[in-house]
Nanobody, 118 residues
Framework: QVQVVESGGGLVQPGGSLKLSCAAT????????MGWYRQLPGKQRELVAD???????TYDDSVLGRFTISLDGAKNTVYLQMNDLKPEDTAVYYC????????????WGQGTQVIVSS
């Protein structure tokens, strides 16, 4: 089992910045991707950005140029630096961790709220 712990959400004004952190602990053998998703009430969870241990990154078009994902492989910790935040970025952000041994396992954090409002 993998435990996923997020931190760093909060309230910020439009144009401001926040940094989210997510640490994966436990049985992390085979960990190959970590990422961030976000969800609004009544909506499906959607990918914001993810990063593979190979270094390959994926971003949703809506955050390109504003958000940066990074990975500390030694600590199994992923970061999401969010700049120039907009009200439409308001959501609950969830960390996603995936491992591959003989099957693909998916783990989620508990979610952290980000509110962008003046």
């Amino acid at each position: 089992q993998v435990q996923v712990v997020e931190s760093g959400g909060g309230l910020v004004q439009p144009g401001g910045s926040l940094k989210l952190s997510c640490a994966a602990t436990g049985s992390t053998i085979g960990l190959y991707i970590m990422g961030w998703y976000r969800q609004l009430p009544g909506k499906q969870r959607e990918l914001v950005a993810d990063i593979r241990t190979s270094g390959t990154k994926t971003y949703d078009d809506s955050v390109l140029g504003r958000f940066t994902i990074s990975l500390d492989g030694a600590k199994n910790t992923v970061y999401l630096q969010m700049n120039d935040l907009k009200p439409e970025d308001t959501a609950v952000y969830y960390c996603n961790v995936q491992t591959w041994t003989s099957v693909n396992q998916v783990y989620w954090g508990q979610g952290t709220q980000v509110i962008v409002s003046s």
